[in-house]
């Protein structure tokens, strides 16, 4: 048999779904609505392996659903409206019961292909459930997402996992013919990442990979795992170190290093959306105005990886990197606003001086609001030297420029309006 663990163990019913009590325990946010006749649209929002389709599956059986699957990566609106059209016509046949449409990562549909399933949404002609392991509010259209209810899945927790692992060990039957006894689970749980599917993998690979009987430790099971299965893990501590790998080697204007590790996370199947955000935050952290196309680049980036996608997303991807390495590096801009916001915790909420503040009605002007302004397009070269900041932080300089040439530049500049006030 050729189905994959993950496959073999999937729930059957409810009352084998593990994990998510929030949304389908006694007191869980779900639970009032199984009892009840009705099943909203709903976002389903948390990492890869937390059960999001089993559960859209349980739902539908439970509330005894047509069931529709596709997924974002290889649908489009003609196979959304081949889907509504089907719906809509078995619609007379389901009283109360209209087809669920589950959607699986919808954040990868364009607007236009979630503007395609607004009519069908409204008018409850299907029951919507999409899934997705990024945040809704920023990869949902706002018109559809509120249209739908949005629950949170979590990663399964320790006892979960272990709990797994034994109903695979007695379940399953292809692995409880076998002799096989955990001596150790660290390594398989960390592998997981709280991720049923990606345990069930590595359970199963392990298995596979030795003769009876079989004895799996952590040692084993490392060596087994690392060998055979990609070592890019979209959620464990390998994540984060070569995502680190990857900054800090931009940060350190090593353009080598960084393709490198930008190729170890593109083909460990990390989102193309992740990455390009990353490089935007760097863009500002470290280059800032050393060199200021830095960040123009890098939101060009952002917004071509979101229309290109996978594969084509790489080369601008690459290009991006490459540039931001080889940037000249400043992180003025983020010391300015961590010193900024350091000194607003410590002196709380001071008063805007009166010469800066709104005067939109004449008691305002009366009372000295926006009185002494000077405006600067008034003055020669543009300037007027006058008090900006709260009269308590007279003279406080947030903002330090780099030791690059743009920065130079504006030190100087800096130089010749506030010299005497802030000591550029």
């Not at 984060?240 to 393709?259: E, Q, T």
């Not at 302004?373 to 300037?383: G, L, R």
């Amino acid at each position: 048999m050729n189905t994959p663990l993950a496959e073999r163990m999937r729930p059957k019913n409810l009352g084998e779904y593990l994990g998510q009590e929030h949304l389908i325990g006694p007191k869980g946010a779900l639970t009032p609505i199984l009892k009840s006749g009705n099943l909203p649209s709903m976002i389903l929002w948390g990492p890869p392996g937390t059960g999001k389709t089993t559960l859209a599956r349980l739902l539908a059986a439970q509330k005894e659903r047509p069931f529709y699957q596709l997924s974002a990566i290889n649908s489009g609106v003609k196979e959304i409206r081949e889907i509504l059209q089907k719906a809509e016509q078995n619609g007379g046949l389901f009283t109360n019961k209209s087809p669920l449409l589950f959607i699986d990562e919808i954040h990868r549909f364009s607007k236009s292909q979630q503007d395609s399933l607004l009519g069908a949404v409204e008018k409850g002609s299907i029951t919507l459930i999409g899934a997705t392991t990024e945040n809704p509010s920023f990869e949902v259209i706002n018109a559809l997402l509120s249209r739908c209810q949005v629950y949170t899945l979590n990663p399964l927790d320790k006892i979960q996992l272990q709990e797994l692992i034994a109903n695979a060990l007695k379940i399953d039957p292809e692995i409880s013919n076998k002799k096989v006894e955990i001596l150790e689970d660290e390594a398989l749980l960390k592998i997981s990442g709280g991720d049923a599917r990606k345990l069930l993998s590595a359970l199963e690979l392990v298995v596979n990979s030795l003769s009876e009987p079989i004895k799996i430790d952590n040692v084993t099971v490392l060596e087994k795992v690392q060998t055979q299965m990609a070592l890019f893990d979209k959620n464990g501590d390998l994540h984060y170190d070569i995502i680190s790998a990857f900054i800090k080697s931009i940060r350190g204007s090593d353009p080598n290093a960084a393709v490198y590790w930008l190729a170890r996370m593109i083909e460990g199947g990390e989102e193309v959306k992740f990455i390009a955000r990353r490089m935007l935050i760097l863009a500002a952290e470290d280059i800032g105005n050393a060199n200021p196309n830095a960040l123009v680049l890098a939101n060009s980036t952002f917004q071509a990886v979101n229309i290109l996608g996978f594969p084509e997303a790489r080369i601008p991807l690459s290009q991006c990197a490459l540039y931001l390495a080889c940037s000249e590096k400043s992180n003025a801009a983020y010391e300015a606003i961590n010193k900024a916001q350091r000194k607003v915790k410590e002196t709380g909420d001071l008063s805007v001086p009166l010469q800066l503040r709104n005067a939109p009605t004449e008691l305002m002007k009366e009372l000295g609001h926006g009185m002494d302004y000077q405006y600067a397009h008034s003055h020669e070269n543009n300037f007027a030297e006058m008090e900006f900041l709260p009269e308590e932080l007279k003279g406080q300089r947030f903002y330090e420029p780099g030791k690059n040439a743009k920065e130079l530049q504006l030190r100087k500049f800096l130089k010749t309006r506030w010299k005497d006030k802030y000591g550029y």
